[in-house]
């Protein structure tokens, strides 16, 4: 069982879950690898305050784009800062309102019991098969998987084993599934109430990439929007930053 329906639990007892006779949606752009934990805060979300969120995921870089092009979002939950920021500087976001969410931790996976060690010796395993990550040019995740393999002096012996994920998202299904042998990946995507879900897993040193900041903007759509207020007021709370470190971020 998932941590956060105790969460909902403790929220409905501390407000007596009321919830107001008129209810707003609003639509979210989520980054890939908090495809979870926002399922966790929309629940959330909805049982205290009634407003609810249609999310769309994908990568950072994808999302901006479709922003760009007009997509109807209220609201950013983006994998790094560049990205929202931007959004302020084009005029899609009114100023001030960038806040950090989370700090992404980076990990290498696979499904298999035992096969990742923890040192990540399994890299330079001559027998290691095909290594996922997500893109780079669009995921922040995938640029700091490379920025790891560099620091640890891999490139050059790795990159013909790397498969591609337009996203985090992507990435973790090409491991999942068997298309690859390990993968860089969220931690997020990895852990339940906590603990790993299955398999085996490295914990990248810090020192390996640079940290992933993860900032939320609110766009000029949702400026007004009752949903979009609620749900920053709700991320920005203490009981919502320790569901986010139970899926492995740090605050």
């Not at 983006?78 to 990205?83: E, S």
């Not at 900041?213 to 320790?242: T, W, Y």
């Amino acid at each position: 069982m998932r941590l956060y329906p105790r969460f909902l639990a403790l929220w409905c007892v501390s407000i007596a879950c009321t919830v107001p006779a008129l209810a707003a949606e609003a639509q979210v752009a989520v980054a890939a690898n908090f495809a979870e934990p926002i399922k966790a805060i929309a629940a959330v979300l909805e049982k205290t305050t009634g407003h609810t969120l249609k999310v769309t995921l994908g990568s950072t870089g994808k999302l901006y784009a479709q922003i760009k092009n007009g997509a109807p979002f209220d609201l950013l939950l983006a994998a790094d800062t560049r990205t929202p920021a931007q959004l302020e500087a084009d005029g899609l976001a009114p100023p001030g309102s960038r806040f950090t969410y989370a700090t992404g931790q980076l990990v290498l996976w696979s499904p298999k019991n035992g096969r990742v060690d923890l040192q990540g010796r399994v890299l330079r395993d001559p027998a290691l098969g095909k290594v996922a990550v997500a893109n780079p040019k669009t995921a922040p995740y995938g640029e700091a998987a490379l920025q790891a393999l560099d620091r640890l002096g891999l490139t050059a012996s790795l990159t013909p084993k790397l498969v591609q994920g337009e996203s985090i998202g992507q990435a973790y299904g090409f491991v999942h599934t068997g298309n690859a042998d390990v993968g860089f990946v969220a931690m997020s995507q990895v852990l339940e109430g906590g603990r790993l879900k299955g398999g085996s897993m490295w914990v990248l040193p810090q020192a390996l990439y640079t940290p992933i900041q993860q900032d939320a903007v609110v766009l000029q759509r949702g400026a007004d929007n009752e949903a979009v207020r609620a749900l920053v007021k709700l991320l920005k709370s203490p009981r919502a930053q320790d569901l986010i470190r139970s899926y492995g971020y740090r605050l």
